[in-house]
């Protein structure tokens, strides 16, 4: 009974917007009585602000990053063991890219010119949507047909994108 009071404190200063994130990166709650200097090792604090925890929104800081271009604030964004998996129709292969490193070769060297998201529709921590991208000739061939439109959904752990699934049709291969 004692642990499911301290887990509703923990709640209520989270809520509030008490849980803070000192210079030392150790989450630390901000009390009444001031700032407790250490939390029992029992308890977890999220680092990120209670917006930071919102699926959609951060999906959506997500694709702003990547429309500026800002590829270091887009990986903030995504679990360090991110996974994308590419289903395509046959014949064209699936595709399936692992980890922080080789999602950040992939933004890279993409080929979209613009982009448009819409279509958002949450389930819990799973964001799903439609992905409209103007394609550069230059990198996709000029046989295909322009805007691609894809089908994406994004899941969110503790604050990051932890994978990204998206079904394409075989145009695109």
């Known amino acids: 009974m004692a642990a499911i009071r301290l887990y509703a404190i923990i709640a209520v200063f989270t809520l509030a917007g008490c849980a803070t994130l000192p210079t030392n990166g150790k989450p630390s709650l901000v009390t009444a009585f001031g700032r407790s200097s250490e939390q029992p090792s029992s308890v977890i604090l999220s680092t990120r602000h209670s917006s930071d925890r919102n699926p959609l929104a951060i999906v959506q800081k997500y694709y702003a990053a990547v429309a500026e271009r800002d590829i ?12 994308l998996v590419e289903i395509r129709e046959s014949p064209c292969p699936w595709r399936i890219v692992k980890g922080q490193q080789a999602f950040e070769s992939q ?3 993409s ?8 279509d958002f529709r949450v389930e819990g921590n799973t964001i ?19 805007p ?4 994406w959904t994004a899941v ?3 604050g990051e994108i932890a994978n990204f699934t998206l079904r394409r049709d075989s145009r695109t291969c």
């Open 111 to 118: 080929g979209v010119l613009a982009f448009g998201v819409a």
């Open 107 to 109: 933004l890279e060297r």
């Open 72 to 83: 270091g604030a887009a990986l903030a964004l995504v679990a360090y063991d991110v996974v």
């Open 128 to 146: 799903t949507y439609t992905l409209t991208e103007w394609l550069d000739p230059r990198v996709v061939g000029p046989n295909i047909k322009q």
């Open 148 to 151: 691609v439109r894809s089908q």
């Open 156 to 158: 969110v752990k503790y």
